[in-house]
């Protein structure tokens, strides 16, 4: 029916049928969030990616074909472009840093309004390889990491190409996230198990944990997972 069931009535129902319900799970927050699929899709809608991923504890993603483009982007703006089919998606218009396998990339989720009576019809994701050139790729898997800006109507192509120029300049330097880790205690299971969880976000994710200089090991261990040392 749509609604939530009380817990004491799914252990009533566990009884009836031999099964035990162990314990009642809280909710997860992050941020003071509760973690939910309406929440990751919220956060995308607003152009919040990089707290959307955390949610999801990998990059958000799209896969599509590749399709012909309008043929403007390495012609008229040096900038050629993927554009791949995605259908809607939960984003926000405008511009993000993302990647396709290990290649670097920038991408516009919108309708291209610059173009005016050749913008899209429906929003469609262009996706310019920022180390490589989008040759012989007939499909790809595109992961978000960032949100550089919304998408904007530019009073010219010589103004749309400078803007682009600047995104491909920050896409590339990235943007670094700190997470800084306080270990309770001085084990490398414990001190790994800390900072694995940050390893799949290595691209825009450093990592730093707090030590008290105490004579144990937890510079070493933490060092040996790729961490800094505070």
């Known amino acids: 029916t749509g609604g939530v069931t009380p817990f004491c009535a799914v252990q009533e129902l566990g009884y009836d049928i031999d099964i035990k319900i162990a314990e009642e799970i809280e909710d997860f927050k992050l941020s003071s969030l509760k973690v939910s ?22 990059p958000f993603s799209c896969r599509g074909r590749v399709a012909a483009g309008k043929g403007v982007g390495a012609a008229q703006l040096s900038c050629p472009t993927l554009n791949i089919q995605v259908g809607d998606l939960p984003l926000r218009y405008g511009v993000y840093k993302v990647r396709i396998g290990s290649r670097r990339a920038v991408a516009n989720y919108g309708l291209a309004p610059t173009f005016k009576e050749k913008s899209w019809k429906t929003p469609v994701l262009e996706v310019h ?26 009073d010219s192509l010589e103004d749309l190409k400078r803007q682009l120029s600047l995104d491909c300049e920050r896409a590339s330097a990235g943007s670094t996230i700190l997470s800084i880790v306080v270990p309770t205690r001085n084990e490398e299971a414990n001190i790994a198990n800390c900072i694995k969880p940050f390893e799949r976000f290595k691209d825009y994710v450093e990592v730093i944990v707090v030590d008290n200089s105490s004579e144990d090991s937890t510079k070493s261990i933490a060092l040996s997972h790729g961490a800094k040392v505070l």
Request: glycine share 6%; aromatic share 6%; charged share 30%.
């Open 37 to 58: 699929s309406s929440a990751i899709r919220g956060l995308l809608q607003k152009g919040d990616v990089v707290l959307a991923n955390a949610m999801l504890s990998r």
């Open 129 to 154: 390889l920022l180390d490589a050139e989008p040759c012989g790729i007939t499909e790809a898997k595109v992961e978000f990491i960032d949100f550089l800006r919304d998408e904007k109507e530019f």
